[in-house]
């Protein structure tokens, strides 16, 4: 079954659209520089926004450098002919490489850039609805204070325009 995306979107997306809440936390995404405008063949850039709503959880996350490949977050795309293009990122065996252990709390706000160009192909002119999954893991210490669990974040709808 094909999902259409019709012609929803606007010129600048709006940083303060977020996902549900799940155990006091959301998610918002955007595209870096804050137009809704790509051009063909230019690569498109997420910020992914982690915001803490509880008054006194703080929790650690790692998200390693080349966040695509962690396998905390997943992509949903759907094309401007409703096609489903969503990337299949694999990751198999142990993880390895660079990254980091992050503090969000009570009220704050992580960021972290995706180049959802690196594994979704963006090949039509046309407004593309995407939203961003990520699972988050406690990593405060040995006894987390909650179980894992995911972020769902608001749809966001891009639109990839041929160069003049």
Known sequence: MAL???NIFSQETNID???STTNDFQMSISVKNGKS???LGSPIILMA???N???TKTIQIHEFNQKLIDGSYSFSVISPSGSD???KINVNGP????GGTYAIGPGQIHEAALDLSLVCKFEAVGTYKVI?????EDLSDSKPSMPPFILISNPLYIKVVQQN
């Open 85 to 87: 293009i969503s990337p």
């Open 53 to 55: 709503l509880s008054s």
């Open 49 to 51: 926004r982690l915001q």
């Open 37 to 39: 405008d790509v051009l």
């Open 132 to 136: 961003v999954t990520k699972q988050v």
């Open 4 to 6: 259409g995306v019709g």
């Open 17 to 19: 659209l977020w996902g």
């Open 95 to 98: 993880l390895g490489g660079s």
